[in-house]
């Protein structure tokens, strides 16, 4: 089984270099990813390809490049999870609900990696409507982690951060309603980040916790990171979450890439994070951490240090608050949301029925998975009268006090926070299936981020020991508000001196 020609190249500006002196065409490109996607299909990474919409694209890229007119990702290979709406591709968000489902629109992140050239090969696979920590709760079969197919490929965005980790793309789109960027992008040996809430537009993306979800990429590498997000973020008025400015900088594509730039350009050679304060909090390495994710965290910190920077003891007090508050706040978001699926618009609707309460009750028995009606269920509970200050407000309370921690600490005390993505490498395929408690315990580095609003990343930094020395580890950077330069830096500046993030899993 070959690779993809994108493969050969390191990285998305080698590619752009190459597709701008004609060395290989978007079409060449488009065509050895749909036959290596065709390859893979054991994997379950695609949930839908459609080969003549990808080829139509590559060769308006290839028109693009030859005309001189060219965009920044002209002919770049990547995918989008299914939770983007996309014209001429199904959107199902991997339910059975939208089996069926084509969308009239794009959603503004399909739009703008677009216009920017990139060349789609098709809709990748996730946790039905980005709910879960594995993608096994996808209606059309779980996702295979590269690195061992014994192993989950993580949640919800499994099938974009499985594509990259297997060389399918160069990149792919994902949503982080409370780790599903970071932790399939560590579970998978790949880097993703998740920016500030409003950095990117939710217009088109599917919701599950709608204070919650974000856009973004997941690459190979930092660099690669920063070629996807710079374009896809920016303001969007049809996303009343889309915030306008940051710190007093418009919101608009080309922020984030003149910030790095700035970082880099002022970096001293022999110590390039000289004067970077990285908080490490204390709370992040306590009883539930395994050993062989702390050993690979511990040799980060280490190497961090090495490059200038300097580590700081922190404190967050109500990390596991967080679990909680993300889980009444994020299935009272989902009930809501999800009531829009009721057999009479659009969607699956049953095919008997006595009347209209009847048609919609069956409906979405049919239509959603297990986990899909526990969240709902949940999230109906805490909403309901009786119930909603003694949860529902309270939760938000927490959340408030979460976000006040971070920020005791982001700028005062740290520029930079650092810890684990998830307690430990990824977990043999169900494992956890019949215990949900333990399936959201995963997930409990990566909720307060979301629920405060800040962005973070995810990049590999090791492997897990003995019988999982093939499971990769991923090192979460977390930053204040807005400073998505410099994670995307800091990451950078880390991968220039190791090389986890170069390291390929083996072809089965």
Same mark, same amino acid.
């Given at each position: 089984m070959t690779r993809p020609l994108h493969s050969e190249f390191d990285g998305i500006a080698a590619l752009r270099q190459a597709l701008a002196q004609r060395q290989v065409?978007? *079409?060449? &490109?488009?065509?050895?990813? &749909?036959?290596?996607? +065709?390859? %893979?299909?054991? &994997?379950?990474a695609f949930l839908?390809? +459609?080969?003549?919409?990808?080829?139509? %694209?590559?060769?308006a890229a290839d028109q693009?490049?030859?005309? $001189? %007119? +060219?965009? !920044?990702?002209? $002919?770049?290979?990547?995918?989008h999870k299914d939770v983007f709406v996309t014209t001429g591709w199904r959107t199902t968000a991997a339910s059975r609900m939208l089996e069926h489902y084509v969308s009239p629109f794009d959603a503004t992140v399909v739009e703008r990696l677009r216009a920017a050239g990139a060349v789609?090969? /098709?809709?990748?696979?996730?946790?039905?409507f980005a709910m879960g920590s594995s993608n096994e709760n996808s209606a059309y079969g779980p996702t295979l982690n590269p690195w061992d197919p014994q192993a989950v490929a993580g949640g919800s965005s499994g099938g974009s951060a499985a594509a990259v980790a297997a060389g399918l793309v160069l990149a792919s789109t994902g949503t982080d309603t409370g780790g599903s960027i970071r932790q399939p992008a560590a579970l998978c040996g790949v880097s993703g980040i998740k920016p500030t809430? /409003?950095?990117?537009? *939710?217009?088109?993306m599917i919701a599950y916790g709608s204070s919650l979800d974000q856009a973004g990429p997941m690459a190979r590498s930092a660099a690669d990171l920063l070629e996807i997000l710079d374009p896809m973020s920016g303001f969007d008025p049809r996303d009343s979450t889309c915030v306008e400015s940051c710190h007093g900088q418009a919101n608009q594509p080309g922020r984030i890439r003149a910030g790095f730039n700035a970082l880099a350009e002022t970096q001293p050679d022999s110590q390039p994070l000289a004067g970077l304060r990285i908080g490490v909090p204390g709370e992040f390495f306590g009883v539930g951490l395994a050993a062989e994710v702390r050993a690979a965290l511990d040799a980060a910190l280490l190497q961090f240090e090495q490059l200038g920077a300097r580590r700081v003891e922190v404190s967050l007090p109500r990390t596991e608050l967080s679990i909680p508050a993300y889980y009444v706040i994020a299935t009272a978001e989902a009930s809501s949301n999800l009531s829009r699926f009721d057999g009479v618009r659009y969607g699956h609707r049953a095919a008997e029925y006595t009347d209209i309460a009847d048609m919609t009750a069956r409906s979405r028995a049919e239509g959603f998975g297990a986990e899909v009606q526990r969240r709902i269920l949940t999230g109906t509970y805490v909403l309901s009268h009786g119930y909603y200050d003694a949860y529902y407000l309270q939760a938000q309370r927490i959340r408030r006090l979460i976000a006040q921690d971070f920020q005791g600490v982001l700028g005062s005390q740290c520029d930079l926070i650092a810890g684990p993505v998830a307690p430990t490498v990824a977990w043999n395929l169900?494992?956890?299936? /019949?215990? !949900?408690? +333990?399936?959201y315990l995963a997930d409990i580095y990566t909720l307060a981020i979301n629920l405060a609003g800040l962005p973070a990343m995810s990049v590999p930094c090791g492997f897990g020991q003995g019988q999982h020395a093939r499971r990769p580890v991923g090192l979460q950077l977390i930053g204040n508000y807005f400073d998505e330069a410099r994670l995307l830096h800091t990451g950078h500046v880390y991968q220039q001196a190791t090389d986890w993030h170069l390291r390929r899993p083996e072809q089965h």
């Open positions: 065409s978007a *079409r060449e &490109l488009a065509g050895s990813a &749909l036959d290596a996607i +065709a390859g %893979q299909a054991g &994997l379950n839908h390809v +459609a080969p003549e919409l990808t080829l139509a %694209q590559a060769d693009a490049l030859a005309g $001189g %007119q +060219a965009g !920044p990702l002209a $002919g770049v290979p990547i995918g789609s090969l /098709g809709k990748l696979n996730c946790d039905e809430y /409003g950095t990117v537009s *939710r217009y088109g169900g494992e956890k299936s /019949g215990d !949900p408690v +333990a399936m």
